[in-house]
């Protein structure tokens, strides 16, 4: 299995403002995700991060909405830009451990 | 594509009492099957998974759930609740080539003392 953590936990950020979420794992992984859970909702794939190769987003998904860094094997970050209310939701990273993926606690994101 | 359909959005159990979460699913190879539970202002927690051998898997407090290829289903069941069980749960599929989990709805359980 893995560690995983995020920072910030939560914030509540103003309209128009950019956030950006840290993932730490305790151990190297390949492969490390991002997901969108809207109130009420489930979870949806926002992007897939590798490290050393460019961030493969899913329909619907932007590179400029979302950017992403992988810059090494243990963390990642996802930066929410020009934020609408529309982006409250909670974010969650995760990363794939012998085929099986492994969540942190979510960074629940309010914009006003 | 895959995708997961959990038909119940909300089930309420007595503590003590049995319960049985339902999950079908739609892929057109072995899929692999996860389950997944997460209580409020948490992350998701792997409660057990399913990749090929025993139908019948033993997951974490005391769940287990049984994947029937001819139903496409793969249900969750605990013998006897607690009320720590109150959470959502979320049953998960995925292919085995690029680890991308396609979830379902989601089922909120409220357990009454």
């Known amino acids: 299995s893995a560690v995983i953590s995020q920072k910030p936990s939560r914030d509540i950020c103003q309209r128009g403002t950019s956030l950006t979420i840290q993932c730490q794992v305790d151990s190297q992984v390949t492969m490390m995700f991002w997901y969108r859970q809207q109130p009420g909702q489930s979870l949806t794939l926002i992007a897939t991060?590798?490290?050393?190769?460019?961030?493969?987003?899913e329909s619907g998904f932007v590179i400029d909405k979302f950017p992403i860094s992988r810059p090494n094997l243990t963390f990642s970050t996802l930066t929410v830009s020009n934020m609408s209310p529309e982006d409250s939701s909670i974010y969650l990273c995760?990363?794939?451990?012998?085929?099986?993926?492994?969540f942190g606690p979510g960074t629940r994101l309010t914009v006003l | 594509a895959q995708s997961v359909t959990q038909p119940d959005i909300h089930i309420t159990v007595s503590e003590g009492a049995s319960l049985e979460l339902r999950c079908n699913y739609s892929?057109?190879?072995?899929?692999?099957l996860f389950w997944y539970v997460q209580s409020p202002g948490q992350g998701l927690q792997l409660l057990l998974k399913y990749f090929s051998g025993d139908t019948l898997v033993q997951g974490i407090k005391g769940f287990e759930a049984e994947f029937k290829r001819s139903q496409s289903s793969f249900n969750l069941r605990k013998p006897s609740v607690h009320w720590s069980d109150a959470a959502e749960y979320f049953c998960a599929v995925g292919p085995s080539n690029d680890y991308k989990l396609s979830f379902g709805a989601g089922t909120t359980v409220t357990v009454r003392a």
């Open positions: 991060a590798n490290q050393g190769s460019e961030a493969t987003y």
């Open positions: 995760s990363v794939e451990v012998t085929d099986t993926q492994y």
């Open positions: 892929y057109g190879a072995t899929p692999y």
